[in-house]
């Protein structure tokens, strides 16, 4: 009988998975409920990230809990660049590639001397197989051989387009950039350079876009200032320069590199807000009452001079009053750190009280020797100052988007929106057996649940299966609000030397202010607006994009530093918590951040039922459970750098060979749930929290790159 044909076409991006099957992810989709089931027989030789359009199958409309579609066509490829290992078969060199999700082998088509087999390498695709022929590409780049930490972070920076090198055209524009500020740079700008400024960052950094300042008014009132490098002072719109931002869209940091948005004669030259100099600024002074709420608020063109480079470790001794010695050298600006520490305590306060979400969550950082070898990873602490800058640094992203909603300017917003229903359903599952439970998953009563948990064992599970449960912000030019900081209006406006939002946003500042300082002009609506307008969207969707990329680049390469430290760890035994649970086997992170997997074979002798929504696993016979939070004392059996991937099994029950690990671990593919986030999701250096890929392929191959930002 023939199958009955349906006229409704979806279209959407394919994910692929290691076992054959899909799923559609509709564009007008909400959340997982709205996803589609293809079958193997119906994927329509869609690849993962592929653009598709597909038809709902009316006679098999369910299938692995959700609806069934089939591909009907591909309109848009995302892999045009594969990143593997050589291989061969019969006299022929083929390519398995690095991700689990994409059909392999791949022939290599062409030239391809002096390739060797066990090599990592990239291709370019030329062809995406069909039933009688296989996929092929054309050799593009060698990156060494596979197996090693070097090689394998070359495949990833290349697969995600992030060049650790600029083009020419690009270098040549930094090295015309001025050495210092020119003196007409300065007309119509406020001066700040008698005031007491200064900059708080590790002590590692080299790139200071923010500085901050706190007076009194007449009134006693708090006079917050943040003032924020002028970037887009020295980057024009469509230069070079420019251009090269928005491709990168965000800097890119990871063990002791960082591959910058901007090189380095703006990043840490005439953009860093170094001391003693002048720097071009755009200053956000906000007006607070005595409970931190804002009463008033200034915004403006003005160059600076900082008092003081001025370190997390330092301030944090200072605020403690640890080192008379620190206290005698920094007496002049003292006391105005003490009124910021007092300041921040409230506006923390103040966010608490709306709403705002505060995770418990850590974030491990790799220390590396003289030859970039890792030889230690510490868990990185949020001190009081680290709080503080965190704080204002908000409290002026809030103020500016609220500045330019106001007056229905064109920006782009940093939105974070509620959980999907079946975000909240699966969450109030997990929480289930902890006794937590909430009728509905708004910001109030997931910050009770947190609180409720404070200095309980169970505090860090919680908060990382709330964690989960959030949606991923993004950058937009609708303002649809921050869930997370239960903010109405938010931006990115604080990192522009480093994130290309905040770019954005400063260049719109930039024509708001010269608008504005013509009384003729205020309320109006003018003829840059609707160009702006559009850039801003296609910057929202580009940097929404290259944030993810970023993301997923770092920690696989943090993933792959993680592995060669383990590798002189192998064989001892620690202890550590379930971080995951999968059918295959279950994650372990110790407190260094480090995670590894214990394979379902290498778990006592049974037969075990895997519950998602749970997170168990459950032995049939034995009744023994598994569970994510569940502490175990783990032995490292194995560690691979080339592929970041770390083999435990529990301690005293050493099974006789250790199992190979399954295809959906190699490398491409994660447990659900971050390794580690940031505090609310936001941070001043970047948000770590897929989209399609740039269109270019990287231009040279990976390089050193420089030190990472503290």
Known sequence: MAKK???????????????????????????????????????????????????????????????????????????????????????????????????????????AKGVRIGEKIAVEMLGYGTAKTPPMGA?????????????????????????PEFPPAVLDAAARAPREVEKDALTGRTDLRNRIIIT?????????????????DEQGRWVLGVHIADVSHYVQEKSPLDLEAWERGTSVYFADRVIPMLPVELSNGICSLNPGVDRLTISCFMTLAADGREEDHTICKSVIRSTERMTYEDCNKLLAGEDPDLEKRYNNILPMLRDMAVLARVLEKRRKLRGSLDLETSESYIICDEHGKPVDIKVRKQGESEALIESFMLAANECVARHLFDRHKPAVYRVHEKPSQDKAEGLKTMLAPFGYTFQEADSFALQKILED??????????????????????????????????AKYYCHFTSPIRRYPDLMVHRVLTQVLADEANPANVGKTMPWEKRMASVAARAADQSSQREVAAQNAEREIEKLYMAEYMLAHVGETMVGTVSGVTKFGLFVMLPSGVEGLISAEALPRDHYHHDDQRMTLRGEHTGRVFSFGMPLTVVCAAADPGSGQIT???????????????????????????????????????????????????????????????
């Open 5 to 111: 044909k349906t006229e409704e076409i979806i279209t959407g991006v394919f994910q692929g998975t290691s076992r054959g099957f899909g799923f559609l992810v509709p564009e007008d989709g909400k959340s997982r409920e709205d996803d589609y089931f293809i079958p193997p027989r119906a994927t329509g030789g869609a690849w993962d990230g592929d653009k598709v359009q597909a038809s709902p199958d009316p006679e098999i409309p369910w299938e692995e809990g959700r609806r069934t579609a089939t591909v009907v066509r591909v309109t848009e490829r995302a892999n045009r660049f594969v990143t593997g290992t050589v291989e061969k078969l019969g006299r022929e060199l083929w390519m398995r590639p690095d991700s689990d999700k994409l059909p392999g082998p791949i022939k290599i088509s062409g030239k």
């Open 139 to 163: 050799l593009r780049e060698t990156f060494g051989p596979a197996g090693n930490r070097e090689s394998s972070t070359a495949a990833i920076l290349y697969h995600y387009e992030i060049d």
């Open 200 to 216: 708080i960052d590790g002590a590692s950094s080299k790139d200071l876009d923010d500085a901050v300042s706190l007076e009194r």
């Open 453 to 486: 948990t404070k200095g309980k064992p169970e505090a860090p599970i919680i908060s990382t299966m709330v964690l989960r449960s959030l949606m991923k912000a993004r950058y937009d030019v609708q303002n649809l609000g921050h869930f997370g900081l239960a």
């Open 648 to 710: 435990f099994h529990l301690s005293g029950e050493e099974p006789e060979a250790v199992p190979e690990r399954p295809e959906t671990l190699r490398q491409g593919h994660r447990h659900p749930g971050p390794r580690s986030a940031r505090r609310n999701g936001e941070h001043r250096s970047n948000e770590r929290k897929n989209g399609e890929r740039r269109s270019r392929p990287p231009r040279h191959k990976p390089g050193k790159g420089g030190k990472r930002r503290g």
